[in-house]
Each structure stands twice: as C-alpha cells, then as structure tokens.
T-cell receptor, first 109, second 113 residues
Framework: GQNIDQPTEMTATEGAIVQINCTYQ??????LFWYQQHAGEAPTFLSY??LDGLEEKGRFSSFLSRSKGYSYLLLKELQMKDSASYLC??????????WGAGTKLIIKP | SQTIHQWPATLVQPVGSPLSLECTVE??????LYWYRQAAGRGLQLLFY??????ISSEVPQNLSASRPQDRQFILSSKKLLLSDSGFYLC????????????FGPGTRLTVL
C-alpha cells in the first residue's frame, strides 16, 4: 500500500528553527508537496520538490531524497503565525496526491 | 489572478437529508477540479476529480456524487446524508499539467446530526 508518515505534533520556540520530517512509500513518484494549514482553514501551498536537494523560499526550505523516500520542511526564525499543521503529499505514478495526516506545529513564546 | 469559491462555509444537516455543495473557480479556463474530505487528525481523502465538463472520476465508493455542469463549476451532492459524512470538504483546482499544484478553496464544514 501507499503510506506517508509525519510526526503528529511538534513544539518549538519563537525565533528558533524546526525541521518537520516526512517519509513516504508510494507506487511511483512524481513530486512531493508541502502545504500549510491553519486551524479551521484550507491548506495553502508552500513548496514542490521533484529533484533531490534543497529548495529555499525565504524562511522556509524543503529538502528531498528520492533514494531514501524522505523529505523535510525547515522553518527558520519561527514566528507565532507559523503555528499550524504542515501537510506532506506525494504525487504517485498515476499523478494522484497521497496525503500524510499532517504535523501540528505549536510555537511557544 | 485565480480565485476559488466554496459555499456554504458551514452546514448542519440531519441524517437522511440531501446535500449540495458548490465550488466555482475564476481567472482560469479548463482547470482540473477536485473534491476532498478531511476528517479530524487524518489526511485529505480524494473523493472526486474532473478534467473537463461532464467528466467525473470517483475515487471512493460512497453515497456522494459529483457533477461538473460548467467549465469552472464543481458540485458535490448526496441524496441522503450519513453521520459518517461529517467533515471538512475542500474543493481544489489545478492547471492541466499532470504535476500542477493544487490550490484549495476555503472549505465547507459539514456536521451531520
């Protein structure tokens, strides 16, 4: 079967750095997406990785290793507004998105 | 720029009642459209997707149905709601490219009592 694993919940301090991991086992791979979802709201797109390596976008970076079936989202200089769930999704060989359950990130002052 | 609308934002319905949720997209033509359901603490579950008018693919057998009567309109329906239909329903659009990013509407919170 297809599976996406993320930690259920993480806690970090304002101003710090946090890394949210995602491991996957899917039938085929056509890219990995990260989304941010604030409580009660819709997911918003953060990043897309299809090749190995690190993609940086301001305070957020996303890393992919296809051989290890592994990705992480790195958030720097954490702000209170970064408190949200972070969803990892992999596009399989049929170009369908397989979603993880999400990681709830709690930021403390 | 593209925008996606969903309504209603929240809905409370009795078991056995019908359902109609609507999604419309502006600022793009011939988008791929998707209906997802999100249960608390779980990943998004793809319910239906459409690559064009009248073309609907169902991913999960259930008492829901979808229709696409116009290019930028996607409707989710049910004739008789079940308790298990409660959840957060999300509509999304993407371009026609196979790996295009999906962008979500604001969602509808459905509670079936």
């Amino acid at each position: 079967g297809q599976n996406i694993d993320q930690p259920t919940e993480m806690t970090a301090t304002e101003g710090a750095i946090v890394q949210i991991n995602c491991t996957y086992q899917t039938s085929g791979f056509n890219g990995l997406f990260w989304y941010q979802q604030h409580a009660g709201e819709a997911p918003t797109f953060l990043s897309y990785n299809v090749l190995d390596g690190l993609e940086e976008k301001g305070r957020f970076s996303s890393f992919l290793s296809r051989s290890k079936g592994y990705s992480y989202l790195l958030l720097k200089e954490l702000q209170m507004k970064d408190s949200a769930s972070y969803l990892c999704a992999v596009m399989d060989s049929n170009y369908q998105l397989i979603w993880g359950a999400g990681t709830k990130l709690i930021i403390k002052p | 720029s593209q925008t996606i609308h969903q309504w209603p934002a929240t809905l409370v319905q009795p078991v056995g009642s019908p359902l109609s949720l609507e999604c419309t997209v502006e600022g793009t033509s011939n988008p791929n459209l998707y209906w997802y359901r999100q249960a608390a603490g779980r990943g998004l579950q793809l319910l239906f997707y459409s690559v064009g008018i009248g073309q609907i693919s169902s991913e999960v057998p259930q008492n829901l149905s979808a229709s696409r009567p116009q290019d930028r309109q996607f409707i989710l329906s049910s004739k008789k709601l079940l308790l298990s239909d409660s959840g957060f329903y999300l509509c999304a659009w993407a371009g026609q490219g196979e790996t295009d990013t999906q962008y979500f509407g604001p969602g509808t919170r459905l509670t079936v009592l």
